[in-house]
């Protein structure tokens, strides 16, 4: 087990990582997009080089808005608290709607307000005639729940608290897939004992497959055989034996848009592929590689980098993200505080339940 100091950095980087992905893929955000060329990353990042303190900051999205409710619910409760978390979703969207909120998930919002609250699972199980968000924002919100979870180092804590983090805004199937997917990420990156450069991406993959597989076939009538992101895991492992790192291509085979089928198998394989150098994106940092990359897939860039982010803080912890980075991104001071305070649970006694309501 890393020791206490280096735990905490990891906790911290987790949700910094989380908010400087936001904030610097924000720049790029665009459904559009095949991928973004490496110049015009660079020119963001000399950007920041150029500013001062007092210049103002890149500005965070609806991805680090929902994930600083999420830290703030589970540290406030010490535990996860339904109405509590929909409540602070739904004051956070009418203090500040302009963050770039899905087009969708504001009508579960605006329901939650006029019902007072009664039900806060069924806004969400009515979007789309029932089917349920399957958008990428479960998933971009919920490093918290990882770092909420690992005290109790149990899988089926994480899957819970995931599950019903998720539900209060996306009841499809493969948005909840996806949130129990990243978080599991961040999981496995913050369990690590190892250098970091020794991480085994291919276990790291296996061990995914692992968790999601059963959960894939659960979800399925027995009769049919839908595994959408064990497929994509299976390629991933296929794409890192031959170090396929094209993102043009990589978008097409994984995705780059808001579903988050096509979102968070791209950032978990952004984060595992620049383990190793990338052609054409001269970064020497893994934790700076990880994310830049994952911007240079192109689409859903904020959240696909927030999601890289996240998973490559657990691993790298806080020291390996840019000072610049940490200094002109919006919010990264409350993060370091959301994450102490989360550290502070986990350092509190185990064995006791992951949620309340
Ligand atoms: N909204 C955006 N980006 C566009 C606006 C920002 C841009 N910079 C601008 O100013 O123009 N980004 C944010 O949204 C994503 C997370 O979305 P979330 O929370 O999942 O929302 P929602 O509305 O539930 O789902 C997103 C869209 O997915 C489609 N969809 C979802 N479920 C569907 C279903 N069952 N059937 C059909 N379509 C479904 C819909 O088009 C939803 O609107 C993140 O990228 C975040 O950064
Ligand atoms: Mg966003
Ligand atoms: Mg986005």
């Given at each position: 087990m890393a020791d206490s100091a280096t735990m905490l950095s990891r906790f911290r980087a987790t949700l910094v990582g989380a908010v400087v992905g936001d904030c610097i893929g924000a720049n790029f955000?665009?459904?559009?997009?095949?991928f973004v060329p490496w110049n015009d990353i660079k020119k963001v990042l000399q950007h920041m080089e150029s500013l001062s303190p007092g210049d103002d900051e890149l500005p965070f999205t609806d991805d680090t808005a929902m994930t600083r409710s999420v830290a703030s619910s589970l540290t406030e409760h010490g535990a996860f608290h339904s109405r509590d978390m929909a409540e602070r979703f739904t004051s956070e969207y009418f203090r500040?709607?302009?963050?770039?909120?899905?087009r969708a998930v504001t009508v579960v919002f605006k329901k939650l307000k006029e019902s007072n609250?009664?039900?806060?699972y069924k806004p969400a199980s009515e979007q789309f005639n029932g089917s349920g968000s399957y958008g990428n924002g479960g998933a971009m919100r919920i490093s918290p729940v990882a770092l909420f979870a690992k005290k109790y180092n149990s899988f089926e804590v994480l899957k819970d608290v995931c599950e019903k983090t998720t539900k209060l805004t996306h009841s499809n199937k493969n948005g909840i897939l996806g949130a129990v997917l990243q978080a599991s990420a961040v999981d496995l990156a913050l369990s690590n004992q190892g250098p970091p450069a020794d991480l085994n991406v291919d276990h790291f993959v296996d061990k995914l497959i692992a968790r999601i597989q059963p959960l894939e076939n659960e979800a399925t009538e027995k009769s049919e055989t839908m595994q959408p992101y064990t497929d994509k895991l299976l390629k991933m492992k296929e794409f890192l034996k031959t170090g396929k790192s094209n993102s043009e291509q990589i978008a097409e085979d994984l995705g780059n848009d808001v579903s988050a089928l096509d979102s968070v198998p791209t950032a978990i394989y952004s984060f595992l592929r620049a383990q190793e150098s990338i052609e054409g994106l001269p970064v020497k940092v893994p934790f700076e590689r990880a994310v830049l990359y994952a911007i240079t897939m192109g689409g859903d860039t904020d959240t696909i980098a927030s999601m890289t982010g996240a998973i490559a803080g657990a691993l790298y912890g806080l020291e390996n993200i840019p000072t610049t980075w940490q200094i002109f991104c919006e919010g990264v001071p409350d993060a370091i505080k959301q994450a102490d305070e989360l550290f502070k649970l986990y350092k509190k006694a185990e064995g006791q339940s992951g949620s309340t309501a």
């Amino acid at each position: 087990m890393a020791d206490s100091a280096t735990m905490l950095s990891r906790f911290r980087a987790t949700l910094v990582g989380a908010v400087v992905g936001d904030c610097i893929g924000a720049n790029f955000e665009d459904r559009w997009l095949p991928f973004v060329p490496w110049n015009d990353i660079k020119k963001v990042l000399q950007h920041m080089e150029s500013l001062s303190p007092g210049d103002d900051e890149l500005p965070f999205t609806d991805d680090t808005a929902m994930t600083r409710s999420v830290a703030s619910s589970l540290t406030e409760h010490g535990a996860f608290h339904s109405r509590d978390m929909a409540e602070r979703f739904t004051s956070e969207y009418f203090r500040e709607p302009g963050r770039g909120y899905g087009r969708a998930v504001t009508v579960v919002f605006k329901k939650l307000k006029e019902s007072n609250f009664s039900d806060v699972y069924k806004p969400a199980s009515e979007q789309f005639n029932g089917s349920g968000s399957y958008g990428n924002g479960g998933a971009m919100r919920i490093s918290p729940v990882a770092l909420f979870a690992k005290k109790y180092n149990s899988f089926e804590v994480l899957k819970d608290v995931c599950e019903k983090t998720t539900k209060l805004t996306h009841s499809n199937k493969n948005g909840i897939l996806g949130a129990v997917l990243q978080a599991s990420a961040v999981d496995l990156a913050l369990s690590n004992q190892g250098p970091p450069a020794d991480l085994n991406v291919d276990h790291f993959v296996d061990k995914l497959i692992a968790r999601i597989q059963p959960l894939e076939n659960e979800a399925t009538e027995k009769s049919e055989t839908m595994q959408p992101y064990t497929d994509k895991l299976l390629k991933m492992k296929e794409f890192l034996k031959t170090g396929k790192s094209n993102s043009e291509q990589i978008a097409e085979d994984l995705g780059n848009d808001v579903s988050a089928l096509d979102s968070v198998p791209t950032a978990i394989y952004s984060f595992l592929r620049a383990q190793e150098s990338i052609e054409g994106l001269p970064v020497k940092v893994p934790f700076e590689r990880a994310v830049l990359y994952a911007i240079t897939m192109g689409g859903d860039t904020d959240t696909i980098a927030s999601m890289t982010g996240a998973i490559a803080g657990a691993l790298y912890g806080l020291e390996n993200i840019p000072t610049t980075w940490q200094i002109f991104c919006e919010g990264v001071p409350d993060a370091i505080k959301q994450a102490d305070e989360l550290f502070k649970l986990y350092k509190k006694a185990e064995g006791q339940s992951g949620s309340t309501a």
